[in-house]
T-cell receptor, first 115, second 111 residues
């Protein structure tokens, strides 16, 4: 059973297009995240949702719009894709109970290539 | 969040013990120390977390001195499959987790 799954695994598209990445977790967690890992391998958080509510929104262009239809899903929609958006995007989830909840479970990643 | 400093890379051989040290001079009283492992083309994986002294699980041990300004991840008898990037993070471990990953330490285990 896959704990955190993402689709697609690879995404190649042209500049200016709009694309979505889907994430699902079957761990019963209440918090989900999107991270971006660039070509230099720096991993940075983009968004976090807790019980479908946006709680972390880092300095991300508004072309990126996360959507959480329910606690188990967090999708990432990207409008007007740019070359600099090329990266690996990781979804993660965790159970936040107020104490020692630093254990996040990451998905396999989606490699986005913008040409 | 406290900044962490780790060696960029380390080399080892199979069967050896590997110790990766992380410096976090500005760690706050409520901060915990957490280590993640990332294999190529995979998402990071939680390894271990601790607050002080020593923590051990089936994968690794975490040593934290009394001043907590540094920590050491110890991997006993590494194998080729331990080749990965290891990240040290600090934070208060409560509430909503904005994990801040540094550059990590790239460990290469050779035969």
């Amino acid at each position: 059973d896959t704990a955190v799954s993402q689709t697609p695994k690879y995404l190649v598209t042209q500049m200016g297009n709009d694309k979505s990445i889907k994430c699902e977790q079957n761990l019963g967690h209440d918090t989900m995240y999107w991270y971006k890992q660039d070509s230099k391998k720096f991993l940075k958080i983009m968004f976090s949702y807790n019980n479908k509510e946006l709680i972390i929104n880092e300095t991300v262009p508004n072309r990126f719009s996360p959507k959480s239809p329910d606690k188990a899903h967090l999708n990432l929609h990207i409008n007007s894709l740019e070359l600099g958006d090329s990266a690996v995007y990781f979804c993660a989830s965790s159970l936040v109970k107020g104490a020692l909840s630093y254990e996040q479970y990451f998905g396999p990643g989606t490699r986005l290539t913008v040409t | 969040l406290a900044k962490t400093t780790q060696p960029i890379s380390m080399d080892s051989y199979e069967g050896q013990e590997v110790n990766i040290t992380c410096s976090h001079n500005n760690i706050a009283t409520n901060d915990y120390i957490t280590w993640y492992q990332q294999f190529p083309s995979q998402g990071p994986r939680f390894i271990i977390q601790g607050y002080k002294t020593k923590v051990t699980n089936e994968v690794a041990s975490l040593f934290i001195p009394a001043d907590r300004k540094s920590s050491t991840l110890s991997l006993p008898r590494v194998s080729l499959s331990d080749t990965a990037v290891y990240y040290c993070l600090v934070g208060d471990g409560t509430g909503f987790q904005k994990l801040v990953f540094g550059t990590g330490t790239r460990l290469l285990v050779s035969p």
